[in-house]
Antibody
Framework: EVQLVESGGGLVQPGRSLRLSCAAS????????MHWVRQAPGKGLEWVSG????????GYADSVKGRFTMSRDNAKNSLYLQMNSLRPEDTALYYCAKDPGRIAGRPVDYWGQGTLVTVSS | QSALTQPRSVSGSPGQSVTISCTGT?????????VSWYQQHPGKVPKVMIY???KRPSGVPDRFSGSKSGNTASLTISGLQAEDEADYYCCSYAGSYTLVFGGGTKLTVL
């Protein structure tokens, strides 16, 4: 059974940094691309970033480009999202999600439960 | 990276059919056969209902079907049931290792 467990969320002041993690199990992690998707309170889904199986290809939404960095450690079956220069509009539930293929090129097929990030002074 | 366009809300009575549209461009919906639809009940994690435009994961009722014409994808739910009331989102590959979601559609079963 595919399991994705996010951690690292919390309350942070504007301009500060936060690092999210996602622990994956139940599938061969290094065979699949991965994504981060977020959902602001009461709002819709927004794709944030995607990474290929070997970290060779990474994409970012324009809203986070230059501030967020996505990475993965296949030896640890883990995914990360380093978020710098956080803004109030980054407040959201952040989901770790699996791609059906090796590159980050298809809509996700499995989701974690999410970790809440709140950016506020 | 503009969001795909979905109607804000649709409604139907039990047993009826409804269709939710998802309009993009030739750079996303129209350019790839990688469109998925997700159902999200309040406070729950999204669930994939359709992938690759018209394929259904195991366990999803065949009342749910997907299609695409040009830059517009569609989700049709036939034989509406009360438990279908939820938010629905489309998502498409948009090139250069990016995805784009629609704004979401609230389905009300009258």
């Amino acid at each position: 059974e595919v399991q994705l467990v996010e951690s690292g969320g919390g309350l942070v002041q504007p301009g500060r940094s936060l690092r999210l993690s996602c622990a994956a199990s139940g599938f061969t992690f290094d065979d699949y691309g991965m994504h981060w998707v977020r959902q602001a309170p009461g709002k819709g889904l927004e794709w944030v970033s995607g990474i290929s199986w070997n970290s060779g290809s990474i994409g970012y939404a324009d809203s986070v480009k230059g501030r967020f960095t996505m990475s993965r450690d296949n030896a640890k079956n883990s995914l990360y999202l380093q978020m710098n220069s956080l803004r109030p509009e980054d407040t959201a539930l952040y989901y770790c999600a699996k791609d059906p293929g090796r590159i980050a090129g298809r809509p996700v097929d499995y989701w974690g439960q999410g970790t809440l990030v709140t950016v506020s002074s | 990276q503009s969001a795909l366009t979905q109607p804000r809300s649709v409604s139907g009575s039990p047993g009826q059919s409804v269709t939710i549209s998802c309009t993009g461009t030739s750079s996303d919906v129209g350019g790839y056969n990688y469109v998925s639809w997700y159902q999200q009940h309040p406070g729950k994690v999204p669930k994939v209902m359709i992938y690759d435009v018209n394929k259904r994961p195991s366990g999803v009722p065949d009342r749910f079907s997907g299609s695409k014409s040009g830059n517009t994808a569609s989700l049709t739910i036939s034989g509406l049931q009360a438990e279908d009331e939820a938010d629905y989102y489309c998502c498409s590959y948009a090139g250069s290792y990016t995805l784009v979601f629609g704004g979401g559609t609230k389905l009300t079963v009258l």
